[in-house]
T-cell receptor, first 111, second 113 residues
Framework: NAGVTQTPKFQVLKTGQSMTLQCAQD?????MYWYRQDPGMGLRLIYY???????DKGEVPNGYNVSRLNKREFSLRLESAAPSQTSVYFC??????????FGPGTRLLVL | QQQVKQSPQSLIVQKGGISIINCAYE??????FPWYQQFPGKGPALLIA?????SEKKEGRFTISFNKSAKQFSLHIMDSQPGDSATYFC????????????FGAGTQVVVTP
């Protein structure tokens, strides 16, 4: 039981490059989330998926797209990376018990 | 805009002392208030949580106090230990939102030996 896994752990991009952050959970949770964490800003919701087949915008969705591939997997795509997207990205999942389970994070540096 | 305001930004406490972190929320219907603990290089993990119909919840050395009328809640860490050194986030779930949370900015706690 791995919980929530994220790949890659660390990535360096040049401005304008694209990439996809992968997330998978093995807890059979319906809801999945993508957050970004910046110093002094806490965790800010980028996108979330309440259930398979649905996605919705969070607080800071601009510059990102998501895909809920199936119940297990929820990916985050940066189409054209910008330095402002340098951050630590966390994926999380939850069930109706309200607890969010977070992955280990992806550290992204955009030059 | 941050609807959950957390203070202080950082805190240094001696071993055995009490750490107190405060959060206040504004004008949005929230129905569940968790606290998360995050160690360096790791993802946040749920520490303790409270619902607004309860004024206090205690789990071991960790206690949440909740004041619904003042829209404030706080985390108390009693008998603080060096292993408690971490960043703590308060959060609030938006009512009827399928699990959307607003997080505070975080408090870095350092417990000195």
């Amino acid at each position: 039981n791995a919980g929530v896994t994220q790949t890659p752990k660390f990535q360096v991009l040049k401005t304008g490059q694209s990439m996809t952050l992968q997330c998978a959970q093995d807890m059979n949770h319906n809801s999945m989330y993508w957050y970004r964490q910046d110093p002094g800003m806490g965790l800010r919701l980028i996108y979330y998926s309440a259930s398979e087949g649905t996605t919705d915008k969070g607080e800071v969705p601009n510059g990102y797209n998501v895909s809920r591939l199936n119940k297990r997997e929820f990916s985050l795509r940066l189409e054209s990376a910008a330095p402002s997207q340098t951050s630590v990205y966390f994926c999380a999942s939850s069930d109706l018990s309200e607890t969010q389970y977070f992955g280990p994070g992806t550290r992204l540096l955009v030059l | 805009q941050q609807q959950v305001k957390q203070s202080p930004q950082s805190l240094i406490v001696q071993k055995g002392g009490i750490s107190i972190i405060n959060c206040a929320y504004e004008n949005t219907a929230f129905d569940y208030f968790p606290w998360y603990q995050q160690f360096p290089g790791k993802g946040p993990a749920l520490l303790i949580a409270i619902r607004p119909d309860v004024s206090e919840k205690k789990e071991g050395r960790f206690t949440i106090s909740f004041n619904k009328s003042a829209k404030q809640f706080s985390l108390h860490i009693m008998d603080s230990q060096p292993g408690d050194s971490a960043t703590y986030f308060c959060a609030a779930r938006i009512t009827d939102s399928w699990g959307k949370f607003q997080f505070g900015a975080g408090t870095q706690v350092v417990v000195t030996p």
